[in-house]
């Protein structure tokens, strides 16, 4: 039997590795860059030590739909030459493609697949079925596996989505979408932290690693944004982040790691002693920012940009939050079905990393539910891996090669007749 190779090629990350084992070989970002030290595009090795300061970036995937496929073509042909070392004529591929995916984009993968590097055969999967069969196998027992019956939140790169699965298949009439995800959280926290301090509009990968250390969901916005205004050491969520300055250090880090898990100690009875508003004297005697310093101070930007998630409005757009998208999803499937679904709500996906998302998303989506009705919200054990592991499970069972379409009948049928057989 030929290796199964699985890959959850992401907007962000790909993951990459062999079916039946628990953890992706590599994960390398999908992107080449550019560093300023360099005159081509380079390939994202798993361990890049590179300067990554104002590194040019190129995508092949942009708002969750592949519309680069000759980049694409180099990032995987790097991935399977030099990093997994395998022949595809003699292995089968199983890959996730985001929900909703236009014929014409379908195609180009298939051709990338099949033509261009000549897989002996092709599974294609939706994310969220893959993460329901991975948390319904992790626990035989519970509601999950028993009612079959899940509700997947996938807090991806590119977007959001809040998927009905039911017997291992997503029910996309059910499937509600909020376009935005960690890219766009990292494009405002870019904005924030360039208007107030220093502009950081071209550092991505910076930018990045500032909103997975410091940034954090807030229990009370109207308490915290009170706290954030605060001088000295009574404003719990002022930290320091230290910009890489090319000679001691190429990567940024975190001032002080203690100050910056101050916010913790922030609770619903504590430091709520009421203070006076800031007059102007006070805001005019507010910190200036000192540029000759390579560091900056983040505030109230560490809960407000994850807070984009449950109220897109703020940002402009005319989208609803993640509780009300949620309720829409549920409300679109069979009344027999709504309890089930609040009770086993999965979620997945990078931007579910920030501490306090799920306890958030809860207290939001609690007035929002029926009494009658509990609400359970389960976090994955590892959210970035998830779908991965999933797919891993699904290449290792014994039916795998008959779910697979071939090379042969690729050929024969066109890509259109063979999609038919993963029910999209």
Known sequence: MSSVVVLDNGGGLIKAGYGGERDPSTIIPNCLYRPLSSKKFLHPTPTTEEDLTSAAVRRPIDRGYLINPDLQRDIWNHLFSNLLHINPSNSSLLLTEPLFSLPSIERATDELVFEDFGFNSLFISDPPKLVHLYEASRRPYGLVSKAQCSLVVDCGFSFTHAAPVFQNFTL??????????????????????????????????IMDDVKEKLCFVSLDVARDLKIARRRGNDNFFRCTYVLPDGVTHTKGFVKDPDEAKKYLTVDDGAYLETRKDMDRTEIMDRKKVDLTKNEFDLTNERFLVPEMIFHPADLGMNQAGLAECIVR???????????????SIILTGGSTLFPRFAERLEMELRPLVPDDYQVKITTQEDPILGVWRGGS????????????????EYEELGSARCRRRFFH
Not at 400 to 406: H, I, L, Q, R, Y
């Open 172 to 205: 996309n009439y059910g499937v509600k979408r909020i376009d935005l995800g960690g890219k766009a959280l990292t494009n405002f926290l870019k904005e924030l932290v360039s208007y107030r301090s220093v502009s950081v509009m071209d550092e991505s990968f």
């Open 329 to 343: 999803a549920v409300n679109s499937c069979h009344p027999l079905l709504h309890p089930l679904l609040y009770q």
């Open 393 to 408: 499970l699904l290449a290792s069972s014994p039916d795998f090669e008959a779910m697979c379409v071939t090379k042969a």
